[in-house]
Every structure is written in structure tokens, then in C-alpha cells.
């Protein structure tokens, strides 16, 4: 192979890994924002169901409600919020698993790009 072949070639890999690189930054910043939100929303969520059974419970209180009005208003409180954290953990164990997938291939593109390299510089 010509010299000159092997420099444009060699400048191909690592323009290959830069690009490679650029993007898994890109993608890892993406992940942890998106984590980031998934953290935020069912802790707002919890609030929100904490309030709920709070205000629930005094609008029962005004109303001089019997005691078993207080136990279903909780129970059902409870299921939905049970209802959303189940959501919450398929839906982030699906992100967390594209992005353990996504981080896979990329290991495997920039052991094969690093592979090339060496390979063509090790040539004569």
C-alpha cells in the first residue's frame, strides 16, 4: 500500500473515531438528562399523590365523612399512585437498557476502529 494511501486512510479511522466519540457524548448527555427527568417527574408525582391524599382527606374531614370513606380514598390513592411508579420503572428500565445497548455497539465500533489503526500502522 501506498504511503499515501495509508495517511488518508489512517486520517479516515480517527475522523471515524472523533465522529464516534462526539456522538456517545452526545447520546451519554442525552441519557442522563432524559434520567434526569424520568428522577424529577416521579418525585413530582409523589408529591402531587401526597398532596392529593392530603386535601382529599380534609375535603372527607369538612364533610364529616364515615371513617370508611378516608380508607377508600387512600386505597385508591394508593393504587394509582403504585399504577404510575410501576410505569416509571418500565419505562426508565427501558431507557437504562437502550442505553446499555447503545454503549455496547458503540465499544465494539471503537475496538474495531482502534483495530484498524493499529493494524495500518504496523504495515510497511
Same mark, same amino acid.
Given at each position: 500500500m +501506498? %504511503? %499515501? &494511501? +495509508?495517511?488518508e486512510l489512517i486520517k479516515d479511522i480517527r475522523s471515524k473515531q472523533e465522529q464516534l466519540e462526539d456522538e456517545f457524548y452526545t447520546k451519554r448527555r442525552e441519557f442522563n438528562e432524559k434520567l434526569a427527568l424520568f428522577n424529577q417527574t416521579n418525585r &413530582?408525582?409523589?408529591q402531587f399523590y401526597q398532596e392529593t391524599n392530603a386535601k382529599v382527606n380534609l375535603v372527607l374531614k369538612k364533610m364529616d365523612s364515615a371513617p370508611e370513606y378516608y380508607s377508600k380514598a387512600e386505597k385508591l390513592n394508593s393504587q394509582l399512585q403504585e399504577m404510575t411508579n410501576d410505569i416509571y420503572q418500565r419505562e426508565q428500565r427501558s431507557l437504562v437498557n437502550n442505553w446499555e445497548e447503545y454503549e455496547h455497539s458503540y465499544r465494539r465500533q471503537k475496538i474495531n476502529l %482502534?483495530? +484498524?489503526l493499529s493494524k495500518l500502522q504496523m504495515e510497511k
Open positions: +501506498k %504511503e %499515501e &494511501q +495509508k495517511r &413530582q408525582l409523589g %482502534e483495530d +484498524k
